[in-house]
């Protein structure tokens, strides 16, 4: 609407007074002495709105002359009340006014539509409506509880980019991001820095428009990279928007540059202990604008609060797969919330393929209305790796999976990767976007760590010094040898067979022409059939599938698609 509309604005603490009957109808004078009545009380009217029948009167006024209005109409129309002509006066506190203001909306056409249509839509009721003949405001009286709801949604109505023809960058994005082990948040961060400061050349250089502004507004850290674990949130932003200008050159290469977060994290004097649900509570109830929240988080007292973040208007992207291989019911409440018109989106590539976009094509496949018959495939880049660098018989599982570690292609805890849960839970998520209706323990899975294993400090697994990996080492080398004896390679392949309405995660002995074969070091790879994609031409997609700097460009793909 070019912007027709220039503000929007507010008021509390009002009240509604408000004579009706048939004895206003028709009759002279009657509004005269309504409003004498109040002016001789030294009443001050906020807003006027009178029904075209001529049955009713109603004014808002402040809330302390909210009792001294309606005894003033009561005194002057006691004798219409005594003879029921008028049926009495009404005091109706506890409401706000909102009002969008514009010198170029007169008479310009849909714009009350637009502005009812925004309210009602978010569950707002309308109490009584005025407008000035200058069509150069409209007023609206809601309950004062829902002010603050109702001029982010206005706000957000007539000044998004659609309803706004102007040279201006889209709104700022509002992130937060939920820290725990791993770096891809950090990366992540990296990211979004190097992005600005690439925007702030862009500006000064070509003065061309930058991109949409990310503001971060709120951080988490569970593992407490500072040496203790703090949590900050600020509404206007954790740093500044105008960067200064002694900061040059790539995030990468400036140390100073990319701890710029985790400096403020630690020295703000609004930061404070980390605290995962107060943190959460807050994301859902500071109902900011234009918002999204990054979980990077394994952890599971998370993904409880996502349908409260969601029902705030908060978009998330999850890395946390717990969020999505709990109980159907969970599950089935996730995707409804998820699936509102013009709601918030729930983005979980990363919880599957890393930054292969395997949910969102499997996604597409279903909703564009293919049948998928099935999806195999190697989910788990560090057991691809391991797999690949064992089967010269040079390379031992220790060795490997310390250089899997050092590269950052493991979960903060290997063993995940080594049992098969990690790849476990992945399958799961695909097979519920394939329609099956499955639970985590619905999923075989072959792996290499043992019940007990689990006992056990995972250091003292990972050195040798408890648990059985000296005998999962030798096992395994086993199954490689056996595999190269028959012309054969090993992997650990996940399956999702929709027609048999099962999951599987087992270590399989594949020809060497097998399409997932050619898969090595530390990628992914899946395989679909479907009605689309028969089992001579299979859909393949295939790419780096660990490593927490490809995780942070997949995470940034979904934030800037929001």
């Given at each position: 609407?070019?912007?027709?509309?220039?503000?929007?604005?507010?008021?509390?603490?009002?009240?509604?007074?408000?004579?009706?009957?048939?004895?206003?109808?028709?009759?002279?004078?009657?509004?005269?002495?309504?409003?004498?009545?109040?002016?001789?009380?030294?009443?001050?009217?906020?807003?006027?709105?009178?029904?075209?029948?001529?049955?009713?009167?109603?004014?808002?006024?402040?809330?302390?002359?909210?009792?001294?209005?309606?005894?003033?109409?009561?005194?002057?129309?006691?004798?219409?009340?005594?003879?029921?002509?008028?049926?009495?006066?009404?005091?109706?506190?506890?409401?706000?006014?909102?009002?969008?203001?514009?010198?170029?909306?007169?008479?310009?056409?849909?714009?009350?539509?637009?502005?009812?249509?925004?309210?009602?839509?978010?569950?707002?009721?309308?109490?009584?409506?005025?407008?000035?003949?200058?069509?150069?405001?409209?007023?609206?009286?809601?309950?004062?509880?829902?002010?603050?709801?109702?001029?982010?949604?206005?706000?957000?109505?007539?000044?998004?980019?659609?309803?706004?023809?102007?040279?201006?960058?889209?709104?700022?994005?509002?992130?937060?991001?939920?820290?725990?082990?791993?770096?891809?948040?950090?990366?992540?961060?990296?990211?979004?820095?190097?992005?600005?400061?690439?925007?702030?050349?862009?500006?000064?250089?070509?003065?061309?428009?930058?991109?949409?502004?990310?503001?971060?507004?709120?951080?988490?850290?569970?593992?407490?990279?500072?040496?203790?674990?703090?949590?900050?949130?600020?509404?206007?932003?954790?740093?500044?928007?105008?960067?200064?200008?002694?900061?040059?050159?790539?995030?990468?290469?400036?140390?100073?540059?990319?701890?710029?977060?985790?400096?403020?994290?630690?020295?703000?004097?609004?930061?404070?202990?980390?605290?995962?649900?107060?943190?959460?509570?807050?994301?859902?109830?500071?109902?900011?604008?234009?918002?999204?929240?990054?979980?990077?988080?394994?952890?599971?007292?998370?993904?409880?609060?996502?349908?409260?973040?969601?029902?705030?208007?908060?978009?998330?992207?999850?890395?946390?797969?717990?969020?999505?291989?709990?109980v159907m019911e969970a599950y089935d409440r996730l995707r409804r919330l998820a699936?509102?018109?013009?709601?918030?989106?729930?983005?979980?590539?990363?919880?599957?393929?890393?930054?292969?976009?395997?949910?969102?094509?499997?996604?597409?496949?279903?909703?564009?209305?293919?049948?998928?018959?099935?999806?195999?495939?190697?989910?788990?880049?560090?057991?691809?790796?391991?797999?690949?660098?064992?089967?010269?018989?040079?390379?031992?599982?220790?060795?490997?999976?310390?250089?899997?570690?050092?590269?950052?292609?493991?979960?903060?805890?290997?063993?995940?990767?080594?049992?098969?849960?990690?790849?476990?839970?992945?399958?799961?998520?695909?097979?519920?976007?394939?329609?099956?209706?499955?639970?985590?323990?619905?999923?075989?899975?072959?792996?290499?760590?043992?019940?007990?294993?689990?006992?056990?400090?995972?250091?003292?697994?990972?050195?040798?010094?408890?648990?059985?990996?000296?005998?999962?080492?030798?096992?395994?080398?086993?199954?490689?040898?056996?595999?190269?004896?028959?012309?054969?390679?090993?992997?650990?392949?996940?399956?999702?067979?929709?027609?048999?309405?099962?999951?599987?995660?087992?270590?399989?002995?594949?020809?060497?022409?097998?399409?997932?074969?050619?898969?090595?070091?530390?990628?992914?790879?899946?395989?679909?059939?479907?009605?689309?994609?028969?089992?001579?031409?299979?859909?393949?997609?295939?790419?780096?599938?660990?490593?927490?700097?490809?995780?942070?460009?997949?995470?940034?793909?979904?934030?800037?698609?929001?």
């Open positions: 609407y070019q912007r027709r509309v220039h503000g929007v604005t507010s008021m509390g603490n009002v009240s509604i007074v408000l004579m009706e009957g048939g004895g206003l109808v028709g009759i002279a004078g009657m509004a005269g002495r309504f409003f004498t009545a109040l002016g001789r009380a030294n009443i001050s009217i906020i807003l006027i709105s009178q029904a075209s029948s001529e049955h009713s009167i109603c004014v808002a006024v402040s809330k302390q002359h909210g009792p001294g209005a309606k005894k003033a109409l009561e005194s002057e129309f006691a004798l219409e009340i005594r003879q029921k002509l008028v049926t009495g006066v009404q005091l109706e506190e506890g409401l706000s006014i909102v009002c969008i203001v514009g010198e170029e909306m007169k008479r310009v056409p849909g714009i009350a539509s637009i502005l009812f249509s925004s309210l009602g839509g978010s569950n707002i009721s309308v109490i009584a409506i005025a407008q000035g003949s200058s069509e150069r405001n409209i007023s609206v009286v809601i309950r004062e509880e829902d002010e603050a709801d109702a001029v982010r949604v206005v706000h957000d109505t007539f000044f998004r980019s659609e309803f706004v023809a102007s040279p201006l960058p889209p709104p700022p994005l509002n992130l937060y991001v939920l820290m725990d082990e791993g770096e891809k948040a950090e990366q992540l961060l990296r990211l979004i820095d190097e992005r600005v400061l690439n925007d702030d050349r862009r500006r000064r250089c070509t003065n061309t428009l930058a991109h949409q502004f990310i503001s971060v507004v709120g951080l988490c850290d569970l593992h407490g990279r500072g040496g203790a674990r703090r949590m900050l949130l600020l509404g206007g932003g954790i740093l500044p928007r105008n960067r200064p200008s002694d900061m040059c050159g790539s995030p990468t290469k400036n140390p100073r540059f990319t701890s710029r977060y985790m400096e403020a994290l630690e020295s703000s004097t609004a930061s404070e202990p980390a605290n995962v649900e107060r943190f959460l509570r807050r994301v859902a109830t500071m109902r900011l604008p234009n918002s999204v929240i990054v979980d990077c988080s394994d952890s599971s007292m998370s993904p409880p609060f996502y349908p409260d973040i969601l029902s705030g208007e908060t978009s998330i992207i999850s890395c946390n797969k717990l969020a999505f291989t709990g699936c509102q018109p013009n709601g918030p989106k729930l983005l979980y590539e990363m919880t599957v393929g890393c930054s292969l976009p395997i949910v969102g094509v499997l996604r597409g496949l279903v909703s564009t209305g293919d049948a998928i018959h099935k999806v195999e495939g190697l989910l788990s880049g560090t057991m691809t790796f391991i797999l690949s660098s064992m089967a010269s018989g040079k390379v031992s599982l220790r060795e490997a999976l310390a250089a899997a570690i050092k590269a950052g292609y493991t979960e903060p805890d290997p063993r995940q990767d080594l049992s098969g849960r990690d790849t476990a839970s992945k399958v799961l998520i695909l097979a519920r976007l394939c329609g099956l209706r499955l639970e985590l323990p619905d999923v075989a899975v072959d792996g290499l760590v043992s019940q007990d294993d689990w006992k056990v400090d995972a250091k003292a697994y990972l050195d040798g010094t408890k648990g059985s990996l000296a005998d999962q080492e030798t096992a395994l080398q086993r199954r490689l040898d056996a595999a190269v004896a028959k012309g054969k390679v090993l992997r650990h392949v996940a399956t999702v067979d929709v027609l048999a309405h099962t999951a599987c995660v087992r270590f399989t002995e594949l020809e060497p022409s097998h399409p997932l074969v050619a898969t090595t070091g530390a990628s992914n790879a899946i395989l679909v059939t479907s009605e689309r994609y028969p089992l001579e031409t299979p859909l393949k997609l295939s790419g780096p599938g660990a490593g927490s700097h490809v995780n942070a460009h997949g995470l940034f793909a979904e934030l800037l698609s929001v």
